[in-house]
Protein backbone atom coordinates (compact mmCIF):
# COMPACT_ATOMS: atom_id res chain seq x y z
CA UNK A 1 0.00 0.00 0.00
CA UNK A 2 2.31 2.73 1.10
CA UNK A 3 4.43 1.34 -2.41
CA UNK A 4 1.97 1.98 -4.27
CA UNK A 5 1.11 5.45 -2.67
CA UNK A 6 5.04 6.56 -3.45
CA UNK A 7 4.84 5.65 -6.93
CA UNK A 8 1.21 7.91 -7.70
CA UNK A 9 3.60 10.59 -6.13
CA UNK A 10 5.90 10.36 -8.02
CA UNK A 11 3.96 10.30 -10.91
CA UNK A 12 2.49 13.66 -9.82
CA UNK A 13 5.94 14.55 -9.64
CA UNK A 14 7.00 13.95 -13.45
CA UNK A 15 3.87 14.90 -14.78
CA UNK A 16 4.61 18.64 -13.01
CA UNK A 17 8.35 18.58 -14.57
CA UNK A 18 6.61 17.17 -18.02
CA UNK A 19 4.12 20.27 -18.14
CA UNK A 20 6.54 22.84 -17.22
CA UNK A 21 9.26 21.62 -19.86
CA UNK A 22 6.29 21.55 -22.36
CA UNK A 23 5.11 25.44 -21.54
CA UNK A 24 8.87 26.01 -21.48
CA UNK A 25 9.19 24.86 -25.65
CA UNK A 26 10.69 27.66 -27.97
CA UNK A 27 7.27 27.19 -30.41
CA UNK A 28 5.11 27.91 -27.04
CA UNK A 29 6.97 31.08 -26.23
CA UNK A 30 7.53 31.72 -30.06
CA UNK A 31 3.91 32.38 -30.13
CA UNK A 32 3.63 35.09 -26.85
CA UNK A 33 6.97 36.80 -28.23
CA UNK A 34 6.89 40.54 -27.94
CA UNK A 35 7.91 42.65 -30.95
CA UNK A 36 9.40 45.73 -30.66
CA UNK A 37 8.10 49.15 -31.71
CA UNK A 38 11.19 51.45 -31.99
CA UNK A 39 11.20 53.33 -28.79
CA UNK A 40 10.89 50.24 -26.77
CA UNK A 41 13.93 48.53 -28.59
CA UNK A 42 15.81 51.90 -28.14
CA UNK A 43 14.71 51.87 -24.24
CA UNK A 44 16.46 48.69 -24.47
CA UNK A 45 19.22 49.46 -25.78
CA UNK A 46 20.08 52.31 -23.92
CA UNK A 47 18.78 49.97 -20.65
CA UNK A 48 21.99 47.40 -21.81
CA UNK A 49 24.32 50.26 -22.10
CA UNK A 50 23.61 52.38 -19.17
CA UNK A 51 22.20 49.52 -16.58
CA UNK A 52 23.98 47.01 -17.42
CA UNK A 53 27.20 47.73 -18.77
CA UNK A 54 27.71 46.22 -21.93
CA UNK A 55 30.09 48.15 -24.15
CA UNK A 56 29.02 48.96 -27.74
CA UNK A 57 31.84 46.75 -29.26
CA UNK A 58 30.90 43.55 -27.41
CA UNK A 59 27.27 43.73 -28.27
CA UNK A 60 28.19 44.23 -31.55
CA UNK A 61 30.30 41.05 -31.48
CA UNK A 62 27.80 39.21 -29.89
CA UNK A 63 25.10 40.50 -32.70
CA UNK A 64 27.61 39.77 -35.58
CA UNK A 65 28.24 36.82 -34.35
CA UNK A 66 24.89 35.32 -33.75
CA UNK A 67 24.36 36.75 -37.57
CA UNK A 68 27.25 34.67 -39.41
CA UNK A 69 26.19 31.58 -37.40
CA UNK A 70 22.55 31.62 -38.46
CA UNK A 71 23.61 32.44 -41.86
CA UNK A 72 25.45 29.28 -41.83
CA UNK A 73 22.65 27.28 -40.65
CA UNK A 74 20.56 28.92 -42.97
CA UNK A 75 22.78 28.38 -46.09
CA UNK A 76 25.39 25.30 -45.55
CA UNK A 77 28.69 25.71 -46.92
CA UNK A 78 28.66 24.38 -50.68
CA UNK A 79 29.74 25.34 -53.81
CA UNK A 80 26.63 27.28 -54.15
CA UNK A 81 26.63 29.89 -51.33
CA UNK A 82 30.32 30.21 -50.33
CA UNK A 83 30.14 33.81 -52.27
CA UNK A 84 28.93 36.35 -49.82
CA UNK A 85 28.25 40.05 -50.68
CA UNK A 86 28.16 42.01 -47.34
CA UNK A 87 26.51 45.47 -47.73
CA UNK A 88 27.26 47.30 -44.77
CA UNK A 89 25.90 51.21 -43.87
CA UNK A 90 27.73 53.81 -41.79
CA UNK A 91 25.95 53.12 -37.98
CA UNK A 92 25.57 50.22 -35.57
CA UNK A 93 23.92 47.88 -38.41
CA UNK A 94 26.88 48.34 -40.65
CA UNK A 95 29.26 47.42 -37.37
CA UNK A 96 27.13 44.29 -36.92
CA UNK A 97 27.51 43.18 -40.68
CA UNK A 98 31.69 43.77 -40.45
CA UNK A 99 31.71 41.79 -37.56
CA UNK A 100 29.51 39.28 -39.54
CA UNK A 101 31.84 39.10 -42.80
CA UNK A 102 34.75 38.48 -40.26
CA UNK A 103 33.16 35.18 -38.49
CA UNK A 104 31.71 34.39 -42.32
CA UNK A 105 35.12 34.20 -43.30
CA UNK A 106 36.72 32.41 -40.56
CA UNK A 107 33.52 29.58 -41.04
CA UNK A 108 35.19 28.91 -44.41
CA UNK A 109 32.96 31.37 -46.71
CA UNK A 110 34.14 33.94 -49.25
CA UNK A 111 33.00 37.82 -47.83
CA UNK A 112 33.37 40.68 -49.86
CA UNK A 113 32.37 44.06 -48.33
CA UNK A 114 30.52 47.07 -49.92
CA UNK A 115 31.51 49.63 -47.05
CA UNK A 116 30.54 53.05 -49.35
CA UNK A 117 29.77 55.36 -46.57
CA UNK A 118 32.85 54.74 -43.61
CA UNK A 119 33.01 56.58 -39.87
CA UNK A 120 36.16 57.70 -38.91
CA UNK A 121 34.63 56.34 -35.07
CA UNK A 122 37.62 53.87 -33.63
CA UNK A 123 34.89 51.04 -33.31
CA UNK A 124 34.78 50.82 -36.93
CA UNK A 125 38.00 51.83 -38.15
CA UNK A 126 39.21 48.89 -35.90
CA UNK A 127 36.37 46.57 -37.41
CA UNK A 128 37.45 47.44 -40.97
CA UNK A 129 41.02 46.66 -39.61
CA UNK A 130 40.44 42.98 -38.60
CA UNK A 131 38.93 42.51 -41.60
CA UNK A 132 41.42 43.64 -44.03
CA UNK A 133 43.81 41.74 -42.17
CA UNK A 134 42.13 38.74 -42.57
CA UNK A 135 42.36 39.28 -45.97
CA UNK A 136 38.47 39.90 -46.80
CA UNK A 137 38.36 42.23 -50.06
CA UNK A 138 36.13 45.70 -50.13
CA UNK A 139 34.43 46.68 -53.18
CA UNK A 140 34.57 50.51 -53.80
CA UNK A 141 31.34 50.54 -55.53
CA UNK A 142 28.81 47.74 -56.40
CA UNK A 143 28.66 46.51 -60.55
CA UNK A 144 26.90 48.36 -62.63
CA UNK A 145 24.04 46.26 -62.71
CA UNK A 146 22.09 43.94 -60.98
CA UNK A 147 22.94 40.63 -62.61
CA UNK A 148 26.35 41.32 -62.09
CA UNK A 149 25.58 40.77 -58.75
CA UNK A 150 24.15 37.80 -59.15
CA UNK A 151 26.95 36.54 -61.51
CA UNK A 152 29.20 37.06 -58.93
CA UNK A 153 27.82 36.46 -55.59
CA UNK A 154 25.56 33.73 -53.95
CA UNK A 155 23.97 35.69 -50.85
CA UNK A 156 23.82 39.19 -50.05
CA UNK A 157 24.11 40.25 -46.63
CA UNK A 158 22.00 43.41 -45.81
CA UNK A 159 23.48 45.47 -42.85
CA UNK A 160 22.68 48.69 -44.12
CA UNK A 161 19.98 50.34 -41.41
CA UNK A 162 18.33 48.73 -38.22
CA UNK A 163 16.03 49.67 -35.97
CA UNK A 164 17.39 53.75 -36.18
CA UNK A 165 16.58 54.39 -39.25
CA UNK A 166 13.44 56.93 -40.27
CA UNK A 167 12.94 59.59 -43.00
CA UNK A 168 14.30 59.35 -46.50
CA UNK A 169 16.70 57.23 -47.76
CA UNK A 170 19.83 59.83 -48.54
CA UNK A 171 22.52 59.33 -51.49
CA UNK A 172 24.20 56.68 -52.24
CA UNK A 173 21.69 54.55 -49.95
CA UNK A 174 18.89 54.84 -52.38
CA UNK A 175 20.49 53.94 -55.49
CA UNK A 176 21.87 51.21 -53.31
CA UNK A 177 18.71 49.83 -52.51
CA UNK A 178 16.91 49.75 -56.08
CA UNK A 179 20.23 47.51 -57.04
CA UNK A 180 19.93 45.21 -54.71
CA UNK A 181 16.18 44.93 -54.80
CA UNK A 182 16.65 43.79 -58.87
CA UNK A 183 19.16 41.13 -57.70
CA UNK A 184 17.57 37.55 -57.77
CA UNK A 185 20.04 36.01 -55.24
CA UNK A 186 18.83 35.69 -51.69
CA UNK A 187 18.85 38.43 -49.63
CA UNK A 188 19.84 37.98 -45.78
CA UNK A 189 18.79 41.17 -43.56
CA UNK A 190 20.13 42.06 -40.04
CA UNK A 191 17.09 42.96 -37.69
CA UNK A 192 15.45 45.18 -39.86
CA UNK A 193 15.54 44.88 -43.85
CA UNK A 194 16.69 48.37 -45.01
CA UNK A 195 14.59 51.28 -45.91
CA UNK A 196 11.69 49.21 -44.22
CA UNK A 197 10.40 51.46 -41.34
CA UNK A 198 10.71 49.77 -38.34
CA UNK A 199 6.96 49.25 -36.98
CA UNK A 200 5.42 49.80 -40.37
CA UNK A 201 7.42 47.82 -43.38
CA UNK A 202 7.82 48.64 -46.53
CA UNK A 203 5.95 46.61 -49.04
CA UNK A 204 7.94 48.07 -52.10
CA UNK A 205 11.54 47.85 -50.74
CA UNK A 206 14.03 45.05 -50.12
CA UNK A 207 12.19 41.55 -49.67
CA UNK A 208 14.66 39.43 -48.32
CA UNK A 209 14.69 35.83 -47.88
CA UNK A 210 16.82 35.68 -44.46
CA UNK A 211 15.81 37.65 -41.54
CA UNK A 212 17.99 37.90 -38.28
CA UNK A 213 16.08 39.87 -35.25
CA UNK A 214 18.48 40.89 -32.42
CA UNK A 215 16.99 41.12 -29.12
CA UNK A 216 13.99 40.68 -30.20
CA UNK A 217 11.76 40.91 -33.01
CA UNK A 218 11.13 44.38 -34.34
CA UNK A 219 7.19 45.33 -35.59
CA UNK A 220 7.74 45.25 -38.74
CA UNK A 221 9.03 41.57 -39.00
CA UNK A 222 5.35 40.67 -38.87
CA UNK A 223 5.30 41.41 -42.87
CA UNK A 224 8.00 39.40 -43.43
CA UNK A 225 7.34 36.63 -45.97
CA UNK A 226 10.63 34.97 -46.34
CA UNK A 227 12.20 31.87 -45.70
CA UNK A 228 14.12 31.76 -42.73
CA UNK A 229 13.50 34.15 -39.72
CA UNK A 230 16.08 33.67 -36.80
CA UNK A 231 16.33 35.75 -33.52
CA UNK A 232 19.92 36.06 -32.79
CA UNK A 233 22.39 37.46 -29.99
CA UNK A 234 21.58 35.23 -26.86
CA UNK A 235 22.88 38.64 -24.32
CA UNK A 236 19.92 40.02 -22.99
CA UNK A 237 19.74 39.62 -19.10
CA UNK A 238 16.65 37.81 -17.76
CA UNK A 239 15.68 40.54 -15.67
CA UNK A 240 15.47 43.10 -18.76
CA UNK A 241 13.42 40.42 -20.97
CA UNK A 242 11.08 40.41 -17.95
CA UNK A 243 10.46 44.16 -17.03
CA UNK A 244 9.53 44.52 -21.20
CA UNK A 245 7.73 41.22 -21.20
CA UNK A 246 10.01 39.67 -24.17
CA UNK A 247 8.80 35.70 -23.85
CA UNK A 248 11.69 35.02 -26.05
CA UNK A 249 11.97 31.44 -27.20
CA UNK A 250 14.62 28.94 -25.61
CA UNK A 251 18.11 28.72 -27.27
CA UNK A 252 19.11 25.52 -28.21
CA UNK A 253 22.63 24.12 -26.62
CA UNK A 254 25.27 26.57 -27.35
CA UNK A 255 23.43 28.03 -30.32
CA UNK A 256 23.83 31.75 -30.72
CA UNK A 257 20.65 32.23 -32.70
CA UNK A 258 16.98 30.15 -32.68
CA UNK A 259 15.17 29.89 -35.71
CA UNK A 260 11.49 30.80 -35.40
CA UNK A 261 8.24 29.93 -36.39
CA UNK A 262 7.19 31.39 -39.68
CA UNK A 263 3.77 31.04 -38.98
CA UNK A 264 4.23 33.66 -35.62
CA UNK A 265 4.76 36.62 -37.65
CA UNK A 266 1.27 36.93 -38.66
CA UNK A 267 0.02 36.15 -34.95
CA UNK A 268 2.57 37.25 -32.17
CA UNK A 269 2.22 41.45 -32.10
CA UNK A 270 1.82 42.79 -28.95
Not at 89 to 109: E, I, Q, S, T, W
Amino acid sequence: MLFRRLVNQMKKINNHFSSFSMSSSPTRYINKMKYLNQKEAQSIDEELFNEYKFSLDQLMELAGYSCASAIANAYPKTASSMKILVCCGPGNNGGDGLVCARHLKLFGYKPTIFYPKRTDKRIFVDLVTQCEKMNIPFLDCLPTESKLIDFNFNIIVDAIFGFSFSGQLRAPFGDILEKLKLAKIPIASIDVPSGWNVEHGNPDGLQPEFLISLTAPKLCARYFKGKFHYLGGRFVPDTLAEKYELNLPEYQGIDPFVQLNHESNDKTIN
